[in-house]
């Protein structure tokens, strides 16, 4: 599973080292996570008026690309900052929606 490769790495593992002082918050680390987001939203809404020919501002796909990965680079420091196993988390959650939603892909 390629996020799992992700979160095992340990690229992330030198932010403590780096950043002592704010790297545990789980508040700082979630409204990170939330700017994020909204830049990848901000991305898609210029992508649409695009694809759509509305007024506005554009935006080009490989940003949207660098902005997902900051959304999940950021998701996966909330959850080292709550000391929660992203990798196993995910699975877990896949396989439960599979199950109830009756489809027979799993992780």
């Known amino acids: 599973m390629l996020i799992e490769l992700f ?4 690229i992330l593992l030198l932010a403590p080292l780096c950043f002592p002082h704010w790297f545990g918050l789980v508040s700082f680390r979630g409204v990170e996570l939330a700017g994020e987001v909204g830049e990848a ?52 959650k896949f396989n439960t929606t599979s199950k109830k939603i009756g489809v027979d892909v799993t992780l």
């Open 7 to 10: 979160l095992i790495s340990g």
């Open 41 to 92: 939203c901000n991305v898609i809404k210029k992508l649409e008026r695009e694809r759509h020919g509305w007024a506005g501002s554009r935006d080009i796909r490989e940003h949207l690309v660098e902005e997902l990965a900051d959304v999940i680079i950021c998701a996966d420091l909330v959850a080292m900052a709550a000391e929660i196993d992203l990798a196993a988390a995910i699975k877990d």
